[in-house]
């Protein structure tokens, strides 16, 4: 297995496609795909006969991600849809998320690892309350890279004072948030109108296609190769080499080589490496996001949960936590609910302490009065754990910055944070 270079990870380009019900996300990515000849011919062939079995004449591009059969019988996307292609220029890995308000959920997690979004619009509906929950959270995210794409203009006869008026509601909306680079694109998904090729029914855009937009943007590498940071996974040991003695976890942020001193934490203890065993062998040095397994030169006490740090540069291994939370579960989130929180490989038990304040969507301004969080509310908590966790705030290191918190009673993921 050849093990891939920096450079050659920084040319992807992860990017999600985010908006309400029905404005035509997963037809939007199976016509990006079969305007640039994507879909192999086998996979078209499947889609125009399921297409006829739904009594379509023409081929539904949408059944290309919605893939699960309960969303094929409803026309909904459900799961997260992941696609994958390549052109000459640059690689691409593609969300498709739900749209419905109940799988927000899915939209945070695919969010999470997303260079970029794609916010659709309905021409008809305008900007709505899930246009703005999913641009907030994409804020709150730090993707850096939205493009609204203002999808059925054939529904409005590809109105420019239709889409202008869109455009400015939405950048009134999102000049609120911290969004570094947004454009707007006009576009007829089901007919392929400034997806692939220049519609020559909107003559008044002089911008670029979706396509041409997503190879060319220039997006900053994510990934903080300065901060060392190896949540350790697990323990490996071996009967055939009893002297060996490993340690396994994906380096979140950073670079390792053979030789470097590491301290663990939250212990303190320090030891050095002797050796870095990758999926396609041994390497001297290894950086984030690759997993790794680590030779020390000491026998020290290391367990899963625990990170491997470098002396001089250590994150905050604190019990109090202020945290920016997506609430996703049925019952509310109040003062003094305990859960699980689940922080890189670690997990402890944790307290609410404080609900600071809920964020109104419709103007995003605070409402500090609030005596719980419903669900896919959003707003700033304060809770305490147990045992101490290495963290530090999700604007320095997505990776120790991120958290999940998990109903013990049900097992259910009932809310995704950020540290502030």
Not at 289 to 317: A, F, H, K, W, Y
Not at 371 to 387: H, Q, W, Y
Request: aromatic letters at 6%; glycine letters at 6%.
């Amino acid at each position: 297995m050849q093990q891939q270079t920096m450079s050659e990870i920084k040319t992807i380009l992860r990017f999600i496609t985010a908006g309400s019900v029905d404005d035509g996300k997963s037809t939007l990515i199976g016509r990006l795909f079969y305007d640039a000849d994507f879909i192999p011919e086998d996979q078209l062939e499947a889609l125009r006969s399921a297409s006829e079995r739904k009594g379509l004449q023409a081929t539904d591009l949408s059944l290309y991600t919605d893939g699960l059969r309960d969303e094929r019988i409803q026309g909904i996307t459900i799961d997260v849809a992941y696609r994958y292609f390549s052109t000459k220029n640059r690689k691409f890995i593609i969300a498709d998320t739900p749209g419905h308000i109940q799988y927000t959920r899915n939209m945070v997690t695919a969010a999470s690892s997303a260079n970029l979004a794609i916010i659709l619009i309905d021409a008809r509906k305008g900007v709505t309350e899930q246009t703005r929950r999913h641009s907030y959270i994409a804020s709150l995210l730090r993707i850096n890279h939205v493009i609204v794409c203002i999808n059925k203009m054939d529904l409005v006869e590809y109105n420019e004072t239709r889409f202008q008026e869109i455009v400015k509601d939405y950048m009134d909306f999102a000049s609120k948030m911290d969004i570094a680079d947004i454009q707007c694109i006009p576009v007829s998904a089901i007919h392929g109108d400034n997806i692939v090729k220049r519609s020559d029914r909107m003559l008044w855009y002089q911008g670029a296609t979706l396509l041409y937009t997503l190879e060319n943007i220039h997006v900053v590498n994510d990934t903080n190769h300065l901060d060392l940071r190896i949540p350790v996974q697990t323990i490996i040991r071996s009967p055939e080499f009893p002297d060996f003695r490993g340690y396994a976890g994906k380096i979140v942020s950073g670079v390792l080589r053979v030789g470097d001193e590491l301290t663990v934490l939250p212990s303190g203890l320090s030891s050095r490496v002797v050796g870095i065993d990758t999926p396609s062998g041994k390497v001297v040095e290894a950086f984030a996001p690759q997993t790794i397994c680590i030779s020390l030169d000491q026998d020290i006490d290391i367990s899963r949960g625990d990170m491997l740090v470098r002396q001089q540069n250590l994150p905050e291994v604190t019990q109090e936590i202020d945290a920016m939370v997506c609430w996703f579960g049925i019952s509310a989130l109040k003062v003094g609910n305990k859960y699980i929180l689940r922080h890189t490989t670690k997990e402890v038990k944790a307290i609410i302490k404080d609900l600071v304040y809920k964020v109104n969507l419709a103007d995003l301004k605070r409402e500090h009065e609030v005596s719980g969080f419903n669900t896919n509310d959003i707003g700033k908590i304060k809770l305490r754990v147990t045992s101490p966790v290495m963290c530090e705030p999700y604007r320095i290191n997505m990776a120790t910055g991120s958290f999940i918190l998990i109903d013990e009673g049900t097992n259910h993921t009932v809310a995704a944070g950020i540290i502030v």
